[in-house]
């Protein structure tokens, strides 16, 4: 009996609470009471929602497409209350069992489950929403992107579903996210829509003016995309790079909007690159390059002189120093600034083009698909006037034109035609072979562009240090190709202009090598 005297007096307090009603402000039974019943509950195609008002539960229930709207009130033996449907109504009543309810309507009796509102997080869309939560906060927020503005909102959990409000600036909207059977149902006091979840990708769309073909690299990577539309992971900061034909690249950083779209209208400028019309061009370590006729290459009118090859190690940290102090027979052979820079590898020479090519694409003096390399051996034989060769590997090609010389078809050489092995070498270095009689003043290596140039205004084709080219010279691949024999030179084949030296990987006092700018693949 006073059991009953204690719940009853708790049912009268509850229906005299002001709204809204907190499980703060309740007693124990109380609270116990607005916890059971307030939530969705959902099993056998009935979806009901109830939340507390004024000392009663309202809500809706949703059963085989129709909604219904739902009142209750608390009894001794749970809730019970009605369904209506316009003027027409049911009776129900509901006894709370932990996570479960025990729905009761007429004869009809089944069991609803208290479902968990999911966690929501990322971007969720609809057809005509974007909805973005934010991750690093503790309450539930984020943007709503709705007839292209954007919208900030705060929302919580009531029910079951998530309630909340948008704003921007002074106006504010209510909604609410329903969890629903067909799913997470975004709501407003205009219309209902299904959310679907939307993996994190932003979209970038690109112009430039002067309209032009372009690609676009992302962190030196190509990036892939349509009519100028870009699609990128996440809402990531990216470092673009736009590359025009005939216009100089741009350089910019970019950060995203996450799951939105942004636009960038690049402002092309005017380039005027090395071209092979040109008669002469001269990059930023003074080198000047000269077109070879049958080529599409510049090449470098003398070898890399220890000059330039001094600015490369300035920046570079893993070149072998043997370059520094060259020896031959304990003789030092000259480092002077002029001179042809020895003891390179063939593998030092192509990272010193790389780092050339990667510097002036960065001063903008190159374009985006010009770079340095080694001419190739075919490349070699059209700059020492060779037109005529026959296809095939260089070793197939080594000393097959009998009798031609860079400076004619005699033998000995002319005097001072080239840096060869000389009277001079022989003073220094006792017991070398020389060519008799011969005598260029060095006996090492020299300035270069000391020597006549040949018909192509190219400097030191013959002598002076032999000169690394691209090719293998054997098809197993044993042995790199070098051409133009040097200042240690003195067997008639070696001075051949077709011969071609077969050197192993490695550095030699009488090795270096000469440039080509090219445009195209490397």
Not at 4 to 10: G, P, S
Not at 214 to 224: E, M, R, S, W, Y
Not at 497 to 522: D, I, K, M, W, Y
Request: charged letters at 20%; glycine letters at 8%; one cysteine or more.
């Amino acid at each position: 009996m006073k059991h009953d005297v204690l719940k009853l007096f708790a049912l009268l307090m509850l229906s005299l609470l002001p709204t809204p009603l907190r499980a703060a402000d309740l007693n124990p039974f109380l609270q116990a009471a607005l916890e059971n019943y307030t939530g969705r509950f959902r099993g056998q195609g009935i979806d009901l929602r109830l939340l507390p008002e004024n000392g009663k539960w309202n809500g809706t229930l949703f059963f085989q497409a129709r909604s219904y709207t739902v009142e209750a009130e608390p009894k001794s033996s749970g809730l019970e209350g009605r369904f209506a449907d316009g003027e027409q109504f049911w009776p129900f009543s509901a006894l709370s069992s932990g996570d479960k309810l025990i729905f009761t309507a007429g004869s009809f009796t089944t069991t609803l489950q208290r479902q968990t509102l999911p966690k929501l997080e990322g971007g969720w869309r609809s057809p005509r929403v974007l909805i973005t939560f934010d991750s690093a906060t503790t309450k539930t927020s984020g943007h709503i992107q709705f007839n292209g503005q954007e919208y900030s909102f705060v929302a919580e959990e009531r029910a079951g579903d998530l309630e909340g409000v948008f704003k921007a600036g002074d106006k504010s909207f209510p909604f609410r996210i329903a969890n629903e059977t067909r799913g997470l149902v975004f709501n407003t006091a205009a219309y209902a829509e299904l959310l679907s979840p939307v993996p994190n990708r932003s979209r970038l769309r690109v112009h430039t003016l002067p309209p032009s073909t372009f690609t676009l690299a992302n962190d030196g990577k190509p990036v892939q995309g349509q009519d100028g539309l870009y699609e990128f992971p996440g809402s990531p900061t990216l470092h673009l790079e736009l590359l025009a034909k005939g216009y100089h690249p741009i350089r910019t950083n970019f950060t995203l909007p996450a799951y939105g779209e942004a636009s960038w209208t690049a402002s092309l400028e005017r380039a005027f690159y090395p071209a092979l019309e040109m008669a002469r061009w001269t990059n930023s370590l003074g080198m000047g390059f000269v077109p070879v006729p049958g080529t599409k290459a510049l090449f470098s009118e003398w070898v890399t002189r220890v000059l330039d090859y001094t600015a490369y190690a300035a920046t570079a940290t893993d070149i072998e120093p043997a370059w520094r102090n060259v020896e031959y027979l304990g003789v030092a052979v000259s480092n002077a600034p002029d001179h042809p820079v020895t003891m390179v590898s063939w593998d030092d020479a192509r990272k010193f083009c790389h780092w050339l090519t990667q510097k002036e694409r960065s001063a903008r003096l190159i374009s985006a698909q010009q770079f340095y390399r080694l001419p190739t051996d075919a490349e070699w034989s059209r700059a020492a006037g060779l037109d005529n060769e026959n296809a095939g590997l260089p070793m197939s090609k080594d000393a097959r034109i009998r009798g031609v010389y860079p400076w004619g078809k005699s033998w000995p050489p002319p005097n001072a035609v080239g840096n060869y092995a000389d009277r001079a070498a022989k003073e220094i270095f006792n017991g070398m072979r020389v060519i008799r009689d011969y005598d260029d003043g060095f006996p090492t290596t020299s300035p270069v562009g000391r020597f006549p140039a040949n018909r192509h205004g190219l400097y030191d084709m013959s002598g002076n240090v032999w000169q690394w080219c691209e090719d293998w010279y054997d098809p197993i691949r044993s042995n790199h190709v070098a051409r133009g024999a040097s200042w240690q030179s003195v067997e008639p084949r070696a001075l051949l202009s077709s011969h071609r030296g077969s050197v192993p990987e490695g550095r030699g006092s009488s090795v270096g090598f000469r440039c080509v700018l090219v445009t195209g693949e490397p």
